[in-house]
């Protein structure tokens, strides 16, 4: 059974860096079949995607976020990871990896869902 | 950029159908994703690509997918499937994932 395990800091500082790690147990983090992403929820409100990393490393940023996120993959570990810099009281929300998942006839068609979530992790910015 | 619009909340009695609808332009065209979210847990994929079930999801929920509304029926309500339901796409134009706002179901 996939699992996925959110880990990091739960409270940061305006203006410095969020930083959170995904690690996967369970199966392999590298298939031409899986996208690795982190999707937010601030309190009260919606999911927000955030970015996806492919297993080669490719990278797709929400655009809203995109100058300030940076995803990064090591498969040795099988860890996947995002940084989101200068954050403020607007980021405060439960952050949470999944796996994104698309057949191999259905990723450039249809696209891909997210079949495995981790329990999500909250991050309170604040001094 | 594209954009999914679900109503905010929908109410059933039990043991009748809800549906919840998630309207884009040309949603017919992409393929269409569902989730349950119930409080303080983690979305639950509920239906993938317009109307499959993944394993362990109930009969009872489906899924359709034509022109602009993409609809998640759900038979026979019980209690047990009062949640948040988020609908998700994959825009191939940009490569981007969207969800839409969320629909919040009542089991009155």
């Known amino acids: 059974q996939v699992q996925l395990q959110e880990s990091g800091p739960g409270l940061v500082k305006p203006s410095e860096t969020l930083s959170l790690t995904c690690t996967v147990s369970?199966?392999?983090?590298?298939?031409?079949?899986?996208?690795w992403g982190w999707i937010r929820q601030p309190p009260g409100k919606g999911l927000e995607w955030v970015g996806s990393?492919?297993?080669?490393?490719?990278?797709y940023y929400n655009p809203s976020l995109q100058s300030r996120v940076t995803m990064s993959v090591d498969t040795s570990k099988k860890q996947f990871s995002l940084k989101q810099t200068s954050v403020t009281a607007a980021d405060t929300a439960v952050y949470y990896c999944?796996?994104?998942?698309?057949?191999?006839?259905?990723?450039?068609?249809?696209?891909?869902?997210?079949?495995?979530w981790g329990q999500g992790t909250l991050v309170t910015v604040s001094s | 950029s594209y954009v999914l619009t679900q109503p905010p909340s929908v109410s059933v009695a039990p043991g009748q159908t809800a549906r919840i609808t998630c309207g884009g332009n040309?949603?017919?065209?992409?393929?269409l994703h569902w989730y349950r979210q119930k409080p303080g847990q983690a979305p639950v994929l509920v239906i993938y690509?317009?109307?499959d079930r993944p394993s362990g999801i109930p009969e009872r929920f489906s899924g359709s997918n034509s022109g602009n509304t993409a609809t998640l029926t759900i038979s026979r309500v019980e209690a047990g499937d009062e949640a948040d339901y988020y609908c998700?796409?994959?825009?191939?134009?940009?490569?981007?994932?969207?969800f839409g706002g969320g629909t919040m179901l009542t089991v009155l």
């Open positions: 690509y317009d109307r």
């Open positions: 990393i492919y297993y080669s490393g490719y990278t």
């Open positions: 999944a796996r994104g998942y698309c057949s191999s006839t259905s990723c450039r068609s249809w696209g891909y869902y997210f079949d495995y």
């Open positions: 369970g199966g392999s983090i590298s298939s031409s079949n899986y996208y």
């Open positions: 040309n949603i017919g065209n992409k393929g």
């Open positions: 998700q796409v994959w825009d191939s134009d940009t490569d981007h994932v969207i």
